[in-house]
């Protein structure tokens, strides 16, 4: 058995090393926010996930533990081992067909024919 004397610091059953920027309740809402995000089709990324975890720690009060004001990449790969449920992806772009019939022409055309489609089966 190891027993270490004179580190009356650490109280028990605390986890070593740096203090956590978030602590375990803030991290598993921020979680289920992002599961949220994703499933409205609107999956967050790096950027606003920094952005909403300035403000988590904004609110509380209390001092940041991030360098720069928010996560770092290094923070963002923990985060992420920690939490296998999720994962980054590179977007990929739109093609030319797609992105061709998101104009505003197409699109008000579109709605136009659905109302009249709407008013004749109404």
């Known amino acids: 058995m190891l ?13 070593p090393g740096f203090p956590a920027g978030l602590q375990e309740q803030e991290e598993v809402a921020l979680v289920e926010y992002i599961k949220y995000l994703c499933a409205q089709a609107f999956p ?47 977007p990929q772009p739109r093609d030319k067909a797609r992105s061709r019939m998101g104009n505003e022409y197409v699109i008000n055309t579109f709605m136009k024919l659905y109302s009249e489609y709407r008013q004749y089966f109404s």
Do not use: M, N
């Open 3 to 15: 027993v270490i004397y004179g580190c009356d610091r650490i109280e028990p059953g605390a986890k």
């Open 44 to 90: 967050p990324r790096r950027k606003d996930v920094r952005l909403i975890i300035q403000e988590i720690i904004a609110r509380t009060g209390r001092p940041c533990q991030f360098k720069e004001g928010g996560p770092s990449d290094k923070w963002f790969r923990s985060f992420l081992s920690r939490h296998p449920e999720l994962s980054e992806k590179v």
